[in-house]
Nanobody, 123 residues
Framework: QVQLEESGGGLVQAGGSLRLSCAASGRTFKSWIVGWFRQAPGKEREFVAGIRWTGGSTHYSDSVKGRFTIFKDNAKNTVYLQMNSLNAEDTAVYYC????????????????WGQGTQVTVSS
């Protein structure tokens, strides 16, 4: 099983940027789909972005398309989420997840999860 650890969260002003990292241990990401989800207080966990480790194809939710970019570093076995033009609606705990269902936006199709990192955007 792969273990995931997120980092990079914090407090940022509206319009600012943050980069989140998701590092894998225990095994490599090879053949996996890695996704970022987020959960705001009182709301359900929602899909943000995903990347196929082999090939690098990506998919995004409409709410972040054009502002967020997911990418990977093969050598570091790490997936990143670059978040630009942040706004208050982006405030949430962000989770990294890994699974095998290509293009999935559903949390139940991801089998490994990190503990999350808080992102707070002040307006």
């Amino acid at each position: 099983q792969v273990q995931l650890e997120e980092s990079g969260g914090g407090l940022v002003q509206a319009g600012g940027s943050l980069r989140l990292s998701c590092a894998a241990s225990g095994r490599t990401f090879k053949s996996w789909i890695v996704g970022w989800f987020r959960q705001a207080p009182g709301k359900e966990r929602e899909f943000v972005a995903g990347i196929r480790w082999t090939g690098g194809s990506t998919h995004y939710s409409d709410s972040v398309k054009g502002r967020f970019t997911i990418f990977k570093d093969n050598a570091k076995n790490t997936v990143y989420l670059q978040m630009n033009s942040l706004n208050a609606e982006d405030t949430a705990v962000y989770y990294c997840a890994a699974g095998w269902t290509g293009g999935s936006i559903y949390a139940h199709e991801y089998v490994a999860w990190g503990q999350g990192t808080q992102v707070t955007v002040s307006s």
